[in-house]
């Protein structure tokens, strides 16, 4: 299906829809939801350790203190859930600025559809307006793909460690911007792949390599990579963030899937006439990868194994289908085999998407990210989810199936957050 290409008046009205609905939540949020939800109060305390001078870092302070210095100024140098959650706006709508420069770069079109469908992300959207981070570190990590794609090097350079300065998990994403220039920077006749990379890397790149290396030794000389000694998230795979990546992929593109279900039918029964044999090698392999997942399925976190937790009023609703997958061994095979089409979907996306490449690259990074985060968090796929849009050029009809998918998940969802009853 041919990518689609807007007009610019309707790529302009796209982007009026993405800043208007980002600025409306936020708004919404900072106005009108209920007391701090969830991780709000942590960081309403990281607010209060600073504006009260004491000494040392919070130990439940889990990244560098960035966004709350900014919060706090904004604030007026007084703790303030309102100005945090606006801070989380103003840098979600820098966020969409960066979006959009980024994708027009890589795709020579005009970028509203594409930034639109960022806007209405439903694992990014309530965070625009919520006390949290991940809007403002996510936000400068574009800045600096944005920048390393205007060849300001300089710049994306700065942009990076702003954003490192917010969330150091970013930190994980050095490689792949670095092959990224590598891959789209002409390599000279005559000159081996190897000792273009290291020209690359050491040139043009070099200004990633030194905050590898800074963070690295900073690193090894305090002993861990969260400012404060609390910390309840281990650096350790859990397979259940491998599980929770394929339901997200599954469901928040339910009705693309439908969509294009016809014409991936046809393609697999064409296949398996052609090749009997590798079909049915691919279905052995396919039920035994179920069963196994079936067997070992786990959710080993804490905080993943309830549903309500006395004296609050909210749930969260990934550990919804984490728990019951686990109770339920028939959910373990409908799981597992949302595995298997996920990866399937995932596969044939890399294949056909312009910049292909450097998506399956984008996933394997991810895969990283998300392996060496053991609590199973929606809000650590944002980056990957928001690479994933960036890399892509959906067709006109997936661009309004997605669209209006996104927003329907958005007006059942928002209600709930601003009562304080549910996040994601």
């Not at 009205?13 to 949020?29: D, E, K, P, S």
């Not at 439903?122 to 205007?150: E, H, V």
């Not at 593109?253 to 014409?263: D, E, I, Q």
């Amino acid at each position: 299906m041919a990518p689609f290409h807007p007009t610019l008046r309707d790529s302009r009205l796209c982007l009026i829809a993405a800043y208007t609905l980002t600025l409306l939540w936020g708004v919404l949020y900072a106005g009108f939801a209920h007391g701090a939800l969830c991780d709000e109060p942590g960081h309403l305390g990281v607010l209060y350790h600073f504006a009260e001078h004491k000494p040392g870092w919070p130990d439940h302070l889990t990244t560098p203190p960035g966004y709350h210095l900014i919060a706090l100024a904004l604030g007026g140098g007084q703790p303030s859930l309102t100005a945090a959650r606006l801070t989380s706006t103003l840098f979600a709508l820098l966020g969409l600025t960066a979006f959009a420069g980024a994708w027009r770069r890589l795709h020579a079109q005009p970028a509203g559809p594409a930034t639109l469908l960022f806007a209405l992300l439903p694992i990014f959207q309530p965070f625009t307006g919520l006390a949290y981070n991940d809007a403002p570190a996510l936000a400068l990590l574009l800045c600096a793909i944005w920048a390393q794609l205007a060849d300001r090097l300089s710049t994306a350079t700065l942009a990076f460690v702003l954003a490192c300065l917010i969330r150091q998990t970013n930190l994980i994403w050095i490689p792949f911007l670095i092959l990224w220039e590598i891959q789209r920077t002409p390599r000279p006749v005559g000159q081996t792949l190897a000792h273009h990379a290291v020209t690359i890397a050491f040139t043009r790149t070099r200004g990633y390599v030194i905050i590898l290396v800074a963070a690295a030794a900073l690193i090894l000389y305090a002993g861990r990579l969260t400012p404060g000694t609390a910390n309840r998230n281990d650096l350790r795979p859990n397979p259940a963030a491998f599980t929770f990546a394929t339901l997200l992929f599954g469901a928040l593109g339910l009705p693309v899937w439908f969509a294009h279900v016809r014409s991936a039918g046809a393609r697999w029964i064409a296949f398996a006439r052609v090749s009997p044999a590798r079909t049915a090698a691919g279905f052995i392999a396919g039920a035994a990868l179920i069963a196994g997942f079936a067997a070992t399925y786990t959710n080993p976190h804490e905080w993943n194994r309830e549903l309500w937790w006395e004296g609050v009023r909210f749930t969260l609703l990934r550990n919804w289908p984490l728990i019951y997958i686990e109770r339920m061994p028939v959910l373990r095979v409908v799981a597992g085999c949302g595995v298997i089409l996920a990866v399937a979907a995932g596969a044939q996306l890399c294949r056909t998407a312009p910049h292909g490449r450097m998506l399956a690259l984008s996933l394997l990074f991810s895969a990283a990210l998300i392996g060496s985060n053991y609590l199973v968090d929606p809000r650590y796929y944002l980056t990957p989810a928001a690479f994933l849009l960036l890399l892509i050029c959906p067709a006109r009809r997936d661009f309004f199936l997605l669209g209006g998918w996104w927003l329907l998940i958005a007006l059942a969802h928002d209600p709930f957050i601003l009562a304080g009853l549910s996040l994601w």
